[in-house]
């Protein structure tokens, strides 16, 4: 597998109060099967599509309690190096780089918008062993966030970013590419979230059917936040899981409608 180019979603891991509930509801939802908690990571315990690696969870640290999230890596060459640019660029670095045995080095950070993301500068674990339209496995991630113009500033910054806008007059939503390739996107949240919703990093799930996907996340616990809805890139619904994570799942093979304009802004 090449290396990864700089800025690519790598990786994704959540920390859950509740691990076992978590393997049980993903399995059911994703499909995924999980293989042994790591000891010597904090038991780390990676999930598999197939048999390839896709994502992980992981239980809190004593003291280190927080709501459940999915953190979303974005590759780098050189974790300390992109750290220094998340700061010089008005980010901030919430765990310093730390080498994970063979494996790489991971840094947390949070982006201006208030976003917290993931770096992760490649060793023995590369990332995503599988991709779209494997289902279970990681297909697209967006930036949710308040402050758009902050975000849009710092992810090109930080990055070898360049820009394009939707020309749409409902929404404000930006993707970022890198090489050619589309990556990443940026949508500004409106008055429609709760005030107590922070910034964050949706991260999407593939899945061979939207709608049977959302039935088994709601039957066991989980929250419909939106959808199920059409789009041409696939029939998707944003949800929360049980501990309140958000995610979403989207089937690639079920599309609709024309492919939105885009205008180059950088």
């Known amino acids: 597998m090449a290396a990864l180019s700089e800025g690519t979603p790598c990786w994704a891991d959540a ?42 969870v ?18 780098s060459p050189d974790a300390a190096a992109t750290a220094r640019k998340i700061r010089d660029n008005g980010g901030e670095v919430l ?10 080095t991971m840094c947390l950070a949070r982006e201006p918008g208030g976003a917290v993301f993931g770096v992760w500068q490649a060793g023995a674990h590369e990332g995503f062993e599988a991709s779209a339209p494997q289902p279970g496995a990681y297909c697209w991630a967006e930036v949710f966030t308040r402050e758009p113009e902050k975000t849009d500033a710092f992810l090109p910054a930080v990055f070898p970013y360049t820009a ?27 008055e429609e979230f709760p005030p107590e919703i922070p910034s964050y990093v949706n991260v999407y799930f593939t899945v061979p059917n939207c709608d049977d996907a959302v039935a088994r996340a709601t039957r066991l616990g989980g929250v419909l936040r939106f959808g199920p809805m059409d789009s041409p890139f696939g029939r998707f619904a944003a949800l929360s899981d049980p501990q309140g ?9 079920t599309t609709a409608g024309e492919m939105p304009q885009t205008t180059d802004v950088g």
């Not at 992981?58 to 590759?75: D, H, R």
């Not at 994570?245 to 093979?253: H, K, M, R, T, Y």
Request: one cysteine or more; proline letters at 5%.
């Open 15 to 56: 920390m859950f109060g509740d691990v076992e509930g978590a393997k049980s509801f993903y399995g059911e939802v994703l499909g995924w099967t999980f293989g042994e908690a790591q000891s010597e990571y904090g038991n780390y315990t990676q999930a598999y599509a197939d048999g390839k690696a896709v994502a992980a």
């Open 58 to 75: 992981v239980p809190p640290m004593p003291g280190q309690e927080a709501p459940s999230q999915w953190c979303l890596y974005l590759a």
């Open 95 to 104: 765990m310093e780089p730390m080498q994970v045995g063979e494996y790489g």
């Open 164 to 190: 394009k806008q939707m020309q749409d007059d409902q929404v404000d939503f930006r993707l970022f590419d890198v090489g050619g390739d589309t990556v990443l996107g940026r949508m500004r949240m409106t």
């Open 245 to 253: 994570a958000a995610f979403s799942v989207i089937d690639v093979s």
